[in-house]
């Protein structure tokens, strides 16, 4: 299986970035990642436990953690953090066979370390940032986003797949610059 070019995902994501400050605020990205996770992700991620799962809400759920991690792809690029180093550490779990609802722990977890991003984003506005330490939390939250989508039956590379084709539709272009 061919490595996912994290290096060209992260470009072709920051080749969409609009917004202010940017490349110098961190914390637009890190609100724009709280959104995702906490009032997109988990209300889909909540009403598939009462209804079960269906293509639909699968494919709703992908683009959500798409989206998300186009907001981690920021918040690196931000930082001068290279989203192949991220995506180094975190570990792979295997992908299920068939679609099914990620587990309460995985779910909280993922928002606990999202919680914790935030903090670290808080202390570095006070000069408290320990550059390890957030990259560390920064990878822990790619590990949750990555554990929710492999147990949607893909990849996290499938899931940025999905996100360079958005990109694609647009930009119109058919590869980064």
Not at 45 to 50: D, F, N
Not at 63 to 78: E, F, P, R
Not at 86 to 113: E, Y
């Amino acid at each position: 299986m061919q490595e996912f070019d994290w290096r060209l995902y992260q470009k072709m994501a920051w080749a969409t970035v609009k917004y202010p400050g940017m490349g110098r605020d961190i914390m637009y990205p890190c609100l724009g990642l709280v959104g995702e996770v906490c009032n997109e992700l988990l209300p889909k991620l909540q009403t598939c436990t009462g209804t079960g799962l269906d293509d639909v809400m699968v494919k709703d759920i992908l683009i959500t953690l798409g989206d998300a991690l186009w907001y981690v792809s920021a918040i690196a690029q931000t930082e001068d953090i290279d989203l192949d180093q991220i995506m180094s550490s975190v570990r792979m779990p295997s992908v299920a066979l068939s679609p099914q609802r990620p587990g309460n722990r995985s779910i909280l977890t993922l928002i606990g370390w999202v919680g914790t991003l935030l903090d670290r984003v808080a202390r570095k506005s006070n000069n408290c940032l320990v550059p390890d330490d957030f990259i560390r939390v920064l990878i822990s939250v790619v590990q949750g986003l990555t554990n929710i989508a492999s147990n949607l039956g893909v990849t996290i590379g499938a899931v940025a797949d999905m996100n360079i084709n958005k990109i694609r539709g647009v930009n119109g272009k058919e590869k980064a610059e």
